[in-house]
């Protein structure tokens, strides 16, 4: 049972343009949402993150988005970069629970 | 370069071995956690020790245990390993006990079990 589902494997964006990347959870208990960018052969590394009680946090040119009715999340890229190109993952936290549920991330690739 | 060190880089091994795995984590971080991430899989949390103690249990198989020494070092230890126990393994440390810290991750230790 995928509690968090990244439904895109992939995504190809021109540079410049904005990348969406969508995350969609099942659980209402989640608190608290995270996006994590993991690049190849290195670990992932922490991007931003928002509580579940707001609907947008922004940081730099990443912007992430949450509609709690619609128990969706979405991370905006603005302007996507090449260095940009890499996995995504989306993880949600349940302070029940104590541990980050992980989706299957998305692969972005930023075309020069 | 994250703070966090793994050991080793790559490990080959037999079915039906045992392996360690060893993670370091960050200077200060205190909870050091565990995944698993199979082709074509997601990260699979394993489980979480803060302090020296389990705080939390993932998807871990009854074959695999880990501890965290009085030094905060950490290690995975994977016995009577069959084929789908490949997988690259991370390590991630955080300062906090909650998960919602943010994770720092280590460069992975790729197993791969012949």
């Known amino acids: 049972d995928q509690q968090v589902k990244q439904n895109s494997p992939s995504l190809s964006v021109q540079e410049g343009r904005i990348s969406i990347l969508n995350c969609d959870y099942t659980?209402?208990?989640?608190?608290?949402f995270l996006w994590y960018k993991k690049y190849p052969a290195e670990g992932p590394t922490f991007l931003i993150s928002?509580?579940?009680i707001k609907d947008k946090n922004e940081d730099g040119r990443f912007t992430v988005f949450l509609n709690k009715s619609a128990k969706h999340l979405s991370l905006h890229i603005v302007p996507s970069q090449p260095g940009d190109s890499a996995v995504y993952f989306c993880?949600?936290?349940?302070?029940?629970?104590?541990?980050?549920?992980w989706g299957l991330g998305t692969s972005l690739a930023v075309n020069p | 370069d994250s703070g966090v060190t793994q050991t080793p880089k790559h490990l080959i091994t037999a079915t039906g071995q045992r392996v360690t795995l060893r993670c370091s984590p960050r200077?200060?971080?205190?909870?050091v956690y565990w995944y698993q991430q199979s082709l074509d899989q997601g990260l699979q949390f394993l489980i979480q020790y803060y302090n020296g103690e389990e705080r939390a249990k993932g998807n871990i198989l009854e074959r695999f245990s880990a501890q965290q020494f009085p030094d905060l070092h950490s290690e995975l230890n994977l016995s009577s390993l069959e084929l789908g126990d490949s997988a690259l393994y991370f390590c991630a440390s955080s300062v906090g006990p909650g998960a919602f810290y943010e994770q720092y991750f280590g460069p992975g230790t790729r197993l791969t079990v012949t």
């Open positions: 200077s200060g971080d205190l909870s």
């Open positions: 659980n209402s208990m989640f608190d608290y």
């Open positions: 928002i509580s579940s």
């Open positions: 993880a949600a936290h349940a302070g029940n629970n104590r541990k980050l549920i």
